[in-house]
């Protein structure tokens, strides 16, 4: 089952502009993680932010997370046309020694025009 | 550096016939290993993971199966492929050791039932 939501599905911006990203999620986490994904690749690891941590940055990447309301939001600023792809939220629950297996959702398409 | 393999990156297969996609990681030692199938527009959907040869977990009854021979190589098998296998399927691993570690993933294959 889906644990992470992402929202919107799909998102269309301009070159220079931001993008934001929402994930809600259900159960309590360990961490929660943001994946891209460039059409028929495989998903490249952007940044994990543990359950007590309530934001991080990456270069233009800047991830919130809210355990209180179970959301998290990827922010990317000054977005250029290479940002286009899917992005991904994931969550760990730990759950029964599930050994950091993650849950994703069904990611947001996000289509940067130059 | 860590490295992961995945092959073949496309295959068509008829219904009915056996499957066998191969994965391998260099670099790295004792990694979790995951299976993961993704349909179209989805998020990826976790069919196995391993946390060592040998050790094999299942996260949904499926036609599929996974064998983990050594310790950086993950086979996925069936012995009789049906059309609800068609899909995208990524490999990844992570580190065996500690909690809160990103995923690694390859670069898929693409799988079409015929």
């Known amino acids: 089952s889906q644990q992470g939501e992402e929202d919107p599905q799909a998102l269309s911006i301009q070159e220079g502009e931001n993008a934001t990203m929402n994930c809600s999620y259900k159960?309590?986490?360990?961490?929660l993680q943001w994946y891209r994904q460039n059409s028929g690749r495989g998903l490249v690891h952007l940044i994990l932010?543990?359950?007590?941590?309530r934001e991080k940055h990456s270069g233009r990447l800047r991830v919130t997370l809210d355990t209180s309301k179970k959301s998290s939001s990827l922010l990317i600023t000054a977005s250029r046309a290479a940002d286009t792809a899917s992005y991904f939220c994931?969550?760990?629950?730990?759950?029964?020694?599930?050994?950091?297996?993650?849950?994703f959702g069904k990611g947001t398409k996000l289509s940067v025009k130059p | 550096s860590q490295t992961i393999h995945q092959w073949p990156a496309t295959l068509v297969q008829p219904v009915g016939s056996p499957l066998s996609l191969e994965c391998t990681v260099e670099?790295?030692?004792?990694?979790?290993l995951y299976w993961y199938r993704q349909a179209a527009g989805r998020g990826l959907q976790l069919l196995f993971y391993?946390?060592?040869?040998?050790?094999i977990s299942s996260e949904v009854p499926q036609n599929l199966s996974a064998s983990r021979p050594q310790d950086r190589q993950f086979i996925l098998s069936s012995k009789k492929l049906l059309l609800s296998d068609s899909g995208f399927y990524l490999c990844?691993?992570?580190?065996?050791?500690?909690?809160?570690?990103?995923?690694?993933f390859g670069d898929g294959t693409r799988l079409s039932i015929l």
């Open positions: 932010i543990r359950s007590n941590e």
């Open positions: 994931a969550t760990d629950s730990g759950y029964g020694g599930s050994q950091g297996n993650l849950i």
């Open positions: 391993s946390v060592g040869i040998g050790q």
């Open positions: 670099g790295t030692s004792n990694p979790n």
């Open positions: 159960t309590s986490i360990n961490n």
């Open positions: 990844a691993w992570a580190p065996g050791e500690g909690r809160n570690q990103p995923q690694h």
